[in-house]
């Protein structure tokens, strides 16, 4: 059996993730299926989105013709960049998850103004934040659940409170294992946000945990089937679209608008363009990934860069071996300080959600694992 | 005069202990875990469900971090979805022997879907249709158009071709006692242009046996083409996936067209 992608660096046990016969993963699949669409193919890509647009602002009561949650990040400005040249007034929703990084911050702030758009920011309380990324932790070695069920669930909520049915999020979800096909039209569903976003936990499942109330999570869940349906709530990817170009798409918006990237480097990847909305994200979050899986956002960032040409494969690998091990310290640190926990308590927790199938200790009683490097 | 209701079937396609789309039995997408899905299929009163493990040779991902732990093998899945499911199950890939039958049903499963061992085992037919009933045991056949413009029917995921004719090869299948046919049309699956209705009319000439079909549905219309050419159990894997509440949409659609489904249904959830 294959252990690594043949393209790009992705090992076999990567999530959701699938190695064909060829050993050439789900995600270089699914590019493979798009590199080579033409313009004219997009053009009518577009007029199809044109289509849905109007056929919602038709039936919507609101005072939106659509909903774009964003977090502030590159993509967020380019949604509401684009979709208002299309002649389009979205409405921006954000789910604030309180860990925003300086830059984050200031381009989120921004966003009304810059981008000329209504805002629509939800803040939970610290308390129950500080409390949620501690439960998670111990739930499923990961202190972000809040994050990745409030920017999914807060969309819906604000499309039925603001009368707006339709909502539309950026590149298509879970598109960096390939999960969908361009064709596919992959929608907005519960499916999706529970088992992957949610891991299959319910605010329920918080309940008496760092004690949190019923009342302190009443709100991370999506709405009943019938009510989505009675509504006619559609949640659409724009990345089914439109060619999705991260690299051109943040330079407009830099150019355009000032969209800042971080001033300083991440420790555990070369990317500063992205996960601005949660320092987390590309640190401690980041180091679990690592920790159950054996691989680390520099193999997204990586991969991803890869296909793209923006780098080779060999390329890839070095900087998959500069990065993907790293514990990030100072992120770290502002983490267990956050929520009042000591590393050693952090350490144990983490080895055990380790994977069997990636790890196993030498005989001297460290953890190891095979790299690509030695493949 | 009585009209046979018409199903609308979902099939779930597992690989490494995942629920994947599949195209062409070649190209997998993982979609998610083994576990939510039974309950919105639940929750949208699904008619009838298949599991298929399409690769019982491969190991299964292990996580930790979910809250259903992943099992590490597809027992323990069917275990849990046969107690989960409220609609009837059929479990099939990689079952090889009258033990493995036996264990699947005493899990929950309701039917049992057997495709290689029709050619490497066929007394596994023969038996368990004798001591569970024709209607329990389910013969899967891929089929696909050889260059010669002829169907043949594969086993072992697609890879090895059965050299007798089709409609032999159906025959036979009819004689050891199988009392359904799971039809999958090998070059439609995951293309979504629709079923092969040539391949449906020639399957419905050769055998009397009734049959769920298969590959290629890319929109709802394509179930209602099926219906019409006297197809009873229209069934699909992938297109569930792609948009909320996708079963009850479909079923809905199926039966606003008049066909004799049951009435949609959507749950609270």
Same mark, same amino acid.
């Given at each position: ?91 921006? =929703?954000?789910?604030?998850? /309180? ?28 308390? @129950? ?26 969309? @819906? ?37 529970? $088992? ?7 605010? $329920? ?62 420790? !555990? ?11 987390? $994200?590309?640190?401690?979050? %980041? ?25 080779? !494969? ?5 900087? @998959?071996?500069?990065?993907?091990? @790293? ?11 956050? =929520? ?13 959600? !380790?994977?069997? /199938? ?11 694992? %095979? ?5 | 005069?009585?009209?046979?209701? +018409? ?10 202990? +995942? ?52 099992? +590490? ?184 067209? +008049? ?11």
């Amino acid at each position: 059996m294959k252990l690594y992608c043949q393209r790009c660096v992705y090992p076999v046990h990567a999530v959701n993730l699938d190695l064909d016969d060829e050993g050439v993963c789900s995600s270089c699949r699914t590019f493979e299926e798009i590199v080579n669409l033409d313009d004219k193919y997009w053009l009518k890509r577009k007029e199809k989105l044109i289509q849905i647009l109007e056929d919602y602002k038709k039936i919507t009561d609101g005072d939106y013709d659509c909903i774009i949650p964003v977090g502030g990040g590159k993509d967020s400005y380019f949604q509401a960049h684009y979709i208002k040249s299309l002649g389009f007034k979205p409405l921006l =929703v954000t789910y604030y998850g /309180n860990n925003y990084l300086p830059e984050g911050e200031t381009n989120l702030q921004n966003m009304s103004k810059k981008l000329n758009c209504d805002h629509y920011i939800f803040k939970p309380s610290e308390e @129950v934040l500080i409390k949620l990324n501690k439960a998670a932790f111990y739930m499923m070695g990961d202190m972000n659940w809040h994050n990745h069920a409030g920017i999914r669930i807060i969309p @819906v909520k604000s499309a039925l409170q603001f009368k707006v049915p339709l909502f539309m999020f950026g590149e298509v979800s879970w598109d960096i294992s390939g999960m969908f096909s361009i064709n596919d039209y992959s929608e907005f569903n519960k499916r999706t946000v529970l $088992e992957h976003d949610m891991r299959g936990f319910l605010k $329920e499942d918080f309940l008496n945990k760092e004690y949190l109330s019923k009342t302190d999570v009443d709100w991370y869940s999506l709405p009943d089937d019938k009510v989505y349906f009675d509504n006619k709530l559609k949640g659409i990817y724009l990345g089914n679209f439109i060619k999705w170009d991260t690299y051109k798409q943040t330079n407009l918006m830099k150019q355009l608008y000032n969209w800042q990237e971080s001033k300083e480097p991440f420790e !555990r990847t070369y990317r500063r363009i992205s996960n601005l909305d949660d320092m987390h $994200e590309n640190g401690t979050h %980041d180091y679990l990934k690592y920790i159950k899986f054996g691989y680390g956002r520099c193999s997204d960032h990586a991969s991803k860069d890869i296909r793209m040409n923006y780098m080779t !494969r060999d390329e890839g690998i070095k900087m @998959v071996k500069k990065y993907d091990h @790293v514990k990030p310290k100072k992120d770290l640190n502002r983490w267990l300080e956050y =929520v009042n926990m000591t590393e050693n308590e952090f350490d144990k927790v983490a080895d055990t959600f !380790r994977s069997e /199938n990636v790890w196993s200790k030498d005989k001297n009683g460290n953890w190891k694992k %095979d790299n690509i490097w030695d493949n | 005069m009585i009209t046979k209701k +018409n199903r609308l079937i979902v099939v779930v396609f597992f690989k490494n202990g +995942n629920v994947v789309q599949s195209k062409l039995f070649k190209q997998h997408k993982v979609v998610g875990d083994p576990y939510v899905i039974i309950d919105r299929l639940s929750a949208w009163n699904a008619d009838e469900v298949i599991y298929l493990n399409i690769r019982p040779e491969l190991s299964n991902l292990n996580r930790q971090d979910k809250k259903i732990k992943y099992q +590490n093998d597809f027992d323990k899945i069917i275990e849990f979805v046969g107690k989960k499911a409220f609609m009837p199950l059929t479990v099939g890939g990689g079952i090889k022997s009258l033990h493995d039958v036996e264990k699947y049903f005493e899990m929950g499963a309701d039917k049992i879907s057997i495709n290689s061992e029709i050619t490497n085992n066929p007394k596994l037919i023969i038996e368990s249709s004798k001591i569970y009933g024709s209607q329990s045991i389910v013969a899967s056949i891929d089929i696909k158009m050889d260059d010669d413009n002829q169907y043949s029917a594969y086993i072992n995921n697609g890879k090895t071709k059965i050299i007798s004719q089709l409609s032999d090869y159906i025959k036979q299948i009819e004689d050891l006692g199988a009392g359904e046919l799971l039809i999958n049309n090998i070059d439609r699956d995951g293309m979504g242009n629709g079923y092969d209705l040539d391949l449906l009319k020639l399957i419905q000439k050769v055998s009397k046996l009734p049959i769920i079909f298969a590959g290629g549905v890319g929109n709802f219309n394509h179930f209602l083409q099926g219906i019409e050419n006297n197809l009873n159990s229209v069934a699909a894997g992938n297109i569930f996936h792609y948009t909320e509440n996708s079963y009850y949409e479909a079923i809905k659609f199926l039966h606003e067209q +008049n066909c004799n489904t049951r009435p949609p249904v959507i749950n609270f959830y």
